[in-house]
Nanobody, 127 residues
Framework: QVKLVESGGGSVQAGGSLRLSCLASGYTVSSACMAWFRQAPGKEREAVAVINPISSRTDYGDSVKGRFSVSQDNAENTVYLEMSDLKPEDTAMYYC????????????????????WGQGTQVTVSS
């Protein structure tokens, strides 16, 4: 049974950093494309980052490029999201998702590409 559990959220001041974790069970992260999305109150879910373990490629949403970094630890079966230079507009619930399908060319930032989600972890950035 696939399960994703996010952790690491919290409250920080603008300019600060956080590292989010997504612990996977029921499969190995080395075999699946994984992504981070976020959703702020009253807004649609937004893609943050995606990682492809087959090609080792990553991609990021325009609003976080240069500030966020996605990685994975196969031994820990965990995907991480390193967030730096946080801004108040980064405040949201952050979710990790597992892609329906993953090939060497996969690198989707579209929500419909992911069919398993965690419960989310809240990130709040104050000015």
């Amino acid at each position: 049974q696939v399960k994703l559990v996010e952790s690491g959220g919290g409250s920080v001041q603008a300019g600060g950093s956080l590292r989010l974790s997504c612990l996977a069970s029921g499969y190995t992260v080395s075999s699946a494309c994984m992504a981070w999305f976020r959703q702020a109150p009253g807004k649609e879910r937004e893609a943050v980052a995606v990682i492809n373990p087959i090609s080792s490629r990553t991609d990021y949403g325009d609003s976080v490029k240069g500030r966020f970094s996605v990685s994975q630890d196969n031994a820990e079966n965990t995907v991480y999201l390193e967030m730096s230079d946080l801004k108040p507009e980064d405040t949201a619930m952050y979710y990790c998702g597992r892609a329906r399908y993953c090939s060497a060319s996969s690198l989707s930032l579209f929500e419909y590409s992911y069919n398993y989600w965690g419960q989310g972890t809240q990130v709040t950035v104050s000015s």
